[in-house]
Nanobody, 126 residues
Framework: EVQLQASGGGTVQAGGSLRLSCAAS????????IAWFREAPGKEREGVSG????????FYADSVKGRFTISSDNAKNTVYLQMRGLKPEDSAVYYC???????????????????WGQGTLVTVSS
């Protein structure tokens, strides 16, 4: 059974940091690309960052470039999203998602992803 378990959310003040984790199981980790999406109240789910597990190629949305870092620990089948310089507009439920790699390592549309974690809430206070 494929599972993605997201964790690490919380409440921080603006300028603070959090590290999200996405623990994967039930599929061949190295054959997949993992992405982080977020969804704020009243807004569409948007892509934040993605990584191709096999070679570490990464993607970042412009809104988080330079502040967020995505990485993977293949021994632990886990993807991390280190978030620094958090802003109130970063507040959202963050989801990790997985798609088998067939040429593209990141899709901006959430509908392309095959598997989803349950989400973890990030709240940034001003």
């Amino acid at each position: 059974e494929v599972q993605l378990q997201a964790s690490g959310g919380g409440t921080v003040q603006a300028g603070g940091s959090l590290r999200l984790s996405c623990a994967a199981s039930g599929f061949t980790f190295n054959d997949y690309a993992i992405a982080w999406f977020r969804e704020a109240p009243g807004k569409e789910r948007e892509g934040v960052s993605g990584i191709k597990i096999s070679d570490g190629t990464t993607f970042y949305a412009d809104s988080v470039k330079g502040r967020f870092t995505i990485s993977s620990d293949n021994a632990k089948n886990t993807v991390y999203l280190q978030m620094r310089g958090l802003k109130p507009e970063d507040s959202a439920v963050y989801y990790c998602a997985a798609v088998s790699y067939i040429g593209a390592y990141y899709y901006s549309s959430p509908y392309e992803y095959e598997h989803w974690g349950q989400g973890t809430l990030v709240t940034v206070s001003s």
